[in-house]
């Protein structure tokens, strides 16, 4: 089992910064992937960025120049930094985890959440 949790939203102005962080307790030697998604109420959840463990990163087409995904292993954390925030950046934020375990020739994968925190960006 793995335990995450986010801190770091709130209400910002467009243009500016804000700086999610995830820590994960647990499991963690387990952990692969981590990475940050975003959802608001209806729609589907999308990714945000993602990190493996050896530091590779995923962006989505929407954050990507703006936002920057960092990780520490040793710490157990990875964080999210928003820059250029616009409105439509408003949604509710998760960090996700994935954890992997090899069984003969097979690799099994778990998807663990935080409960996710809030961004707001006014205009």
């Known amino acids: 089992q793995v335990l995450l949790v986010e801190s770091g939203g709130g209400l910002v102005q467009a243009g500016g910064s804000l700086n999610l962080s995830c820590t994960a307790s647990g499991n963690v030697g387990s952990i692969s992937e981590m990475g940050w998604y975003r959802q608001a109420p209806g729609n589907q959840r999308d990714v945000v960025a993602t990190i493996s463990r050896r530091g590779s990163t995923y962006y989505g087409n929407s954050v990507r120049g703006r936002f920057t995904i960092s990780r520490d292993n040793f710490k157990n954390t990875v964080d999210l930094q928003m820059s250029g925030l616009e409105p439509e950046d408003t949604d509710f934020y998760y960090c996700?985890?994935?954890?992997?375990?090899?069984?003969?020739?097979?690799?099994?994968?778990?998807?663990?959440w935080g409960r996710g925190t809030q961004v707001t960006v006014s205009s």
């Open positions: 996700k985890a994935v954890t992997s375990r090899n069984k003969g020739w097979t690799i099994y994968t778990t998807d663990y």
